[in-house]
């Protein structure tokens, strides 16, 4: 059984290698490494692992279950912890989630928009989000389609208390590397195609993509905030 300190250095070299990584690949394309936010996905692993994450210097946090979330923010209210939710948010997890979060990456309906928006009003605060996108089209996956977005922007955009940021995606789970980076660059031509015809107020200047194993690919074609997981917790017991 592995002591801190051991977990704790493991952590630190692990963090080194992918802000490492995410510099190189920000550098590749003429792209300043500070544009970039990592967030740390710690779905795998529990509270007490994700001190020490915290401690060696990862302040972004992000969960995929909405319970594990609300779990970890109460075993860490003493730390100074931006928390991000990465996954789908239930319409009946929005009013205990709302308060713990800087931001939220999935945000996939209208409904749960509107939900959004009515808690974030009885909070007095906007929430930021990110629209996920179903790029790849593959069935199982959450987001609204591409097509649908031109319409939906000016209707998402005049929920008073919701602040649109960008746009998300989880690349196709098939393909490979090619097929992954096909669905980044994607994202990124929706994007700049949405940016056009984006109501008054509205900025979509992040990106959300990229996972431990394309997020090269994805800095490469714009991402502004990678998601990764199991690239930090590489040799710790789980
Ligand atoms: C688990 C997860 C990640 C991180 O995945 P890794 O491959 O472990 O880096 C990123 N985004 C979402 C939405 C996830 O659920």
């Known amino acids: 059984m592995a002591g801190h300190n051991s977990i704790r250095d493991r952590l630190s070299c692990n963090l080194a ?15 300043r490494p500070e544009e970039i936010t990592l967030v ?3 779905k795998y692993v529990g509270s007490e692992v994700i ?19 609300w779990q970890k923010a109460a075993d860490m209210t003493d730390l100074p912890v931006r928390w991000h939710l990465v996954g789908h948010l239930q319409r009946n997890k929005v009013r205990r989630t709302l308060p713990l979060i800087a931001l939220l990456h999935s945000l996939d309906s209208l409904r749960l928009a509107e939900e959004i ?10 929430t930021a989000v990110l629209l996920e996108v179903n790029i790849s089209g593959e069935p199982a996956k959450h987001g609204f389609a591409p097509r649908e977005m031109p319409e939906l922007l000016p209707r998402l955009a005049a929920l008073e208390n919701i602040e649109i940021r960008g746009l998300m995606c989880m690349a196709a789970l ?20 949405l940016q056009a015809v984006c109501p008054p107020g509205v900025r979509l200047d992040e990106l959300s993509m990229g996972m431990s194993g394309d997020f090269q690919a994805a800095i490469a074609e714009g991402a502004t905030i990678v998601r990764i997981g199991s690239a930090l917790f590489e040799g710790i017991a789980q």
């Open 17 to 31: 290698a992918v802000r490492q990584q995410i510099a190189e690949a920000a550098l590749r394309c003429q792209r």
């Open 174 to 193: 098939e393909g490979g590397p090619q097929a992954a980076r096909a669905n980044f660059a994607a994202l990124r031509e929706l994007r700049d195609r």
């Open 117 to 126: 928006d009515k808690h974030s009003a009885a909070l007095r605060r906007r």
């Open 51 to 69: 001190r020490h994450l915290v401690a060696v210097g990862c302040h972004d946090l992000g969960e995929s279950r909405p319970q594990d979330l």
């Open 40 to 42: 740390a996905v710690t």
